[in-house]
């Protein structure tokens, strides 16, 4: 049932980013398109870089891992949408939810996630390491060993709601920044982004060659301006 629901998830959020968004073929991303392995990139008005990857190992390595980020236009000072997820057949190991705030730690629509999600606790939280305080928001959703469907549920419906309206509002503070703000800001979510040691740790786990695993980190899940 994890692994349905999450499946599901990737197609629905497939669906609201095909509706809202304008699907394009990044430059060297086609070596990371393979049988179990999935990235495609959509771009908007509003959004410079919409990121979908998925890894499916479920026959391989009875894992299923998914990572989803959307930057806005770099005359935006809007915050990044973030959602990724680790599952095997029985748990979701780890699964993380965010609006990550740029030039504003308080950002009216980093607030707004705030709102929209305080309601939900999960049952065990995870503790964030030092590079990752520095970038993501106070509401940051952590949530790891998910064994119940109720609360793997309620993830996926945030994370659906939350791409809508992210995708609804983000447009309301187009040029309302310095593009060189944003891109300084942009790069230093990404450079806190590529000291995370459990991303490239995971992927070899889920049995992704070692070479394409180093270029896919330094370049495509999250590239500097």
């Known amino acids: 049932m994890i692994w349905e629901r999450l499946i599901r998830l990737e197609k629905d959020i497939v669906e609201v980013l095909n509706r809202s968004l304008v699907e394009y073929k990044e430059p060297g991303m086609e070596r990371f398109n393979k049988p179990g392995w999935t990235n495609r990139?959509?771009?908007?008005?509003?959004?410079?870089?919409?990121?979908?990857?998925?890894?499916?190992?479920?026959?391989?390595?009875?894992?299923?891992?998914?990572?989803?980020?959307?930057?806005?236009?770099?005359?935006?000072g809007g915050p990044i949408y973030g959602f990724d997820v680790i599952a095997g057949k029985?748990?979701?190991?780890?699964c993380f939810h965010d609006f990550s705030p740029l030039l504003k730690k308080e950002h009216p629509l980093t607030r707004?996630?705030?709102?929209?999600?305080?309601?939900f606790k999960p049952s065990k939280e995870r503790e964030l390491p030092d590079w990752a305080k520095a970038?993501?928001?106070e509401g940051m959703?952590?949530?790891?060993?998910?064994?119940?469907?109720?609360?793997?549920?309620q993830l996926c419906e945030l994370a659906i709601s939350n791409l809508n309206s992210y995708i609804?509002?983000?447009?309301?503070?187009?040029?309302?920044?310095?593009?060189?703000?944003?891109?300084?800001?942009?790069?230093?979510?990404?450079?806190h982004q590529q000291q995370n040691p459990h991303t490239p740790r995971t992927m070899?786990?889920?049995?992704?060659?070692?070479?394409?695993?180093?270029?896919?980190?330094?370049?495509?899940?999250?590239p500097k301006i």
């Open 204 to 222: 070899k786990s889920l049995g992704l060659p070692e070479e394409d695993i180093k270029l896919f980190c330094a370049d495509n899940l999250f």
């Open 168 to 191: 609804d509002k983000i447009g309301h503070y187009n040029s309302d920044s310095k593009k060189e703000d944003v891109i300084r800001a942009q790069n230093f979510y990404c450079e």
């Open 112 to 119: 707004y996630f705030i709102e929209e999600t305080k309601w």
């Open 141 to 153: 959703i952590a949530a790891g060993n998910i064994t119940e469907f109720k609360e793997l549920n």
């Open 90 to 94: 029985n748990k979701v190991t780890g």
């Open 135 to 137: 970038i993501f928001s």
């Open 41 to 76: 990139t959509w771009s908007s008005m509003s959004i410079r870089r919409a990121h979908v990857d998925v890894v499916d190992a479920r026959e391989t390595k009875g894992l299923w891992m998914a990572h989803i980020c959307l930057f806005p236009m770099l005359e935006n």
